[in-house]
């Protein structure tokens, strides 16, 4: 079945700079690749998606890149801000069963 | 509209006890399921649902049982509670499957001693 893993588990960046989140698949015939933010208490929310048929998508300062050949995909966030600070989560579609497999999830610190 | 809701909030259960969690979407949804967030472990499925009527397994089923009698609710039982079932749980609709925005509940955290 599908395996989703992500890295790094924390990370710890400037105000300011740039933070990138990286996720590994395991599936090549996975074609949905959502990114969720989950702030401390709440529910996870999406803030991208990609698919299978592009490899960048942009939303302002968040975008996402998917390379199909090494099955990966990275959110990259650009100038972060305080509000930035959250858990991470990616996830990939399972074949066998058209559900999403989740990663573990990135803990981003944003340091003022 | 009040999006996906879940309750209760909190709930502390003894081992072997039976609970109920209750989660509703007002978004006339057709897909919905059921996770569980445990520390460093991500999202897991217990189970989902793709209508009324019409429910599946997702990776993580065991001791938990599901029904959808109807497009707005989609409850999630625990029929003897074990210490392992500690976690927060999560409740999700979409318009149509897995592939679409996923609209979480605001979670029920479960303790069971």
């Known amino acids: 079945g599908e395996n989703v893993e992500q890295h790094p588990s924390t990370l710890s960046v400037q105000e300011g700079d740039s933070a990138v989140i990286k996720c590994t698949y395991s599936d090549s015939a996975s074609n949905y690749f959502p990114w969720y933010k989950q702030e401390l208490g709440k529910r996870p929310q999406l803030i991208i998606d990609?698919?299978?048929n592009v490899g960048e998508k942009k939303d302002q300062r968040i975008a996402v890149t998917l390379n199909k050949t090494a099955k990966h995909f990275s959110l990259h966030i650009t100038e972060t801000q305080p509000e930035d600070s959250a858990v991470y989560f990616c996830?990939?579609?399972?074949?066998?069963?058209?559900?999403?497999?989740w990663g573990a999830g990135t803990k981003l610190i944003i340091k003022p | 509209n009040a999006g996906v809701t879940q309750t209760p909030k909190f709930q502390v259960l003894k081992t072997g006890q039976s609970m109920t969690l209750q989660c509703a979407q007002d978004m006339n949804h057709e897909y919905m399921s059921w996770y569980r967030q445990d520390p460093g472990m991500g999202l897991r499925l217990i189970h989902y649902s793709v209508g009324a009527g019409i429910t599946d397994q997702g990776e993580v089923p065991n001791g938990y049982n599901v029904s959808r009698s109807t497009t707005e609710d989609f409850p999630l039982r625990l029929l003897s509670a074990a210490p392992s079932q500690t976690s927060v749980y999560f409740c999700a609709s979409s318009n149509r499957g897995s592939q679409e925005t996923q609209y979480f509940g605001p979670g029920t955290r479960l303790l069971v001693l």
């Open positions: 996830a990939a579609i399972e074949r066998s069963n058209y559900q999403l497999i």
């Open positions: 990609i698919r299978s």
